[in-house]
């Protein structure tokens, strides 16, 4: 629920405005307002975690696809307006995931696999707002699927590097990790199949699986499989299962 053109409650409820029209149009105090007014809705309506904000910063190189998703073009709009919503959301009772980490390109990762070719000191840069805001202790972290050459090969949410040193060490976040929809196209243009994908992003140390396919039974199946022949470390499973029953 982060407003603008990406709304799953439009046959429930009212129109969110985009991130960029609340953060460009409101103060400071009256988007803690609304935010705090929406929690408040989400929570009547039996919803307990919201997979928003956005915390990337608008930049050249992402604005294409985020369009009015991302509040602002500097890293300060992002760093604000994500600490904003975290803090209403968190207010109410209802937990704020960051996304995406570590970012998004141009490309749409529903059509094709983006890569992000920047120098290790702008991806430092980029993710500022999330570094800020995993200090407010909101619920999750979501991943892109995204590769940036400069830190890894693999696709962010399958890169123990993007998730167990950058986000987990570095940034010093344990809550909840939770990959974007593995039925993109990234994925399966990388050479992966739900199942593959899925024990690649546990291994890697995600902690919850976004999947829309519906192939629930197969990859279940397929993930017990992978663990008993040892393909999934029993301790990332564990912390997995323990980090979603935390939540």
Known sequence: HEGGWVNRLRNLTWALPSARDVYTNLSFSNQYILYS????????????????????????????????RAPGEDISDAVIYSG????????????????HFPGNTNKDPHKEIPVMEISKESFREILIPFKECTSLNPAGVLLSFVKIPAIDDNLSAFSPVI??????????FNNLVISD?????AVGLSGYSETDAVIKALNAGC?????????????????????????????????????????
């Open 207 to 247: 902690k919850m699986i976004m999947m829309s396919s519906g192939n629930f039974e197969e990859v279940r199946d397929g993930v017990l499989v992978a663990l008993k022949e040892g393909r999934i470390s029993p301790v990332l499973f564990r912390e997995a299962c323990l980090s979603v029953l935390k939540a």
């Open 181 to 185: 929809d593995l039925t993109m196209a």
């Open 163 to 172: 998730i167990r040193d950058i986000l987990n060490r570095d940034l010093g």
């Open 84 to 99: 904003i919503f975290v803090s209403a959301m968190e207010s109410q009772g209802v937990g704020s995931v960051l996304k």
């Open 37 to 68: 007014l929406q929690a408040m809705m989400l929570k009547l309506i039996g919803v307990d975690i919201n997979l928003a904000p956005v915390a990337e910063p608008g930049t050249p190189f992402n604005n294409e696809f985020l369009d009015s």
